[in-house]
T-cell receptor, first 115, second 113 residues
Framework: AQSVSQHNHHVILSEAASLELGCNYSYGGTVNLFWYVQYPGQHLQLLLKYFSGDPLVKGIKGFEAEFIKSKFSFNLRKPSVQWSDTAEYFCAVNARRDSSYKLIFGSGTRLLVRP | DTEVTQTPKHLVMGMTNKKSLKCEQHMGHRAMYWYKQKAKKPPELMFVYSYEKLSINESVPSRFSPECPNSSLLNLHLHALQPEDSALYLC????????????FGQGTRLTVV
């Protein structure tokens, strides 16, 4: 069965620090991977996604992620975080069941950026 | 319009009440989803509708009853809930087939007393 794991549950950084959040997935076939962000009191928003092609994916707000197939990883990065990046970040994988598809989320990483 | 609208935003209900959560989207998406999110936890899938038909039920108790009356609307009927059902209920929609992007509503925060 497909699954996603995020090992960093809480991350605290100062503004301008670099960010890397880990995401590992388990699936032997074609994978579609996502990073979603949930700002306090707001709905889940898509940051970026990987389907095929260039393994380095750029998303909104300066975020990027690298798909490394050999490591089953899809880590999220940002060179310099801002206070406004304080949020919860979820990695997700597109899973198939019969003829339907669903998103399976990792446990999430809560990021706190200190001014 | 890339919005998924959920009503109500907050709901408090007793264990003997019957209530409904509503979700609406006008993006032409034919796949719609209900997720449940407990505090500090990831969203957990409950139901998937594809072309207005229930395609995935993740072994959800029968006190939760989904309904998709048309391609824009998704309801979740609640009856005889337990306090442990208190959570944020999220609706989402996407194109059918491989999910290229799912759009989420802001959720209904449900408290069962």
């Amino acid at each position: 069965a497909q699954s996603v794991s995020q090992h960093n549950h809480h991350v605290i950084l100062s503004e301008a620090a670099s960010l890397e959040l880990g995401c590992n997935y388990s699936y032997g076939g074609t994978v579609n991977l996502f990073w979603y962000v949930q700002y306090p009191g707001q709905h889940l928003q898509l940051l970026l996604k990987y389907f095929s092609g260039d393994p380095l994916v750029k998303g909104i707000k300066g975020f990027e992620a690298e798909f490394i197939k050999s490591k089953f990883s899809f880590n999220l990065r940002k060179p310099s975080v801002q206070w406004s990046d304080t949020a919860e970040y979820f990695c997700a994988v597109n899973a198939r069941r019969d003829s339907s598809y669903k998103l399976i989320f990792g446990s999430g990483t809560r990021l706190l950026v200190r001014p | 319009d890339t919005e998924v609208t959920q009503t109500p935003k907050h709901l408090v209900m007793g264990m003997t009440n019957k209530k409904s959560l509503k979700c609406e989207q006008h993006m032409g998406h034919r796949a719609m989803y209900w997720y449940k999110q407990k505090a500090k936890k990831p969203p957990e899938l409950m139901f998937v509708y594809s072309y207005e038909k229930l395609s995935i039920n993740e072994s959800v108790p029968s006190r939760f009853s989904p309904e998709c009356p048309n391609s824009s609307l998704l309801n979740l009927h609640l009856h005889a809930l337990q306090p442990e059902d208190s959570a944020l209920y999220l609706c989402a929609s996407s194109q059918t087939g491989v999910i290229t992007e799912a759009f989420f509503g802001q959720g209904t925060r449900l408290t069962v007393v």
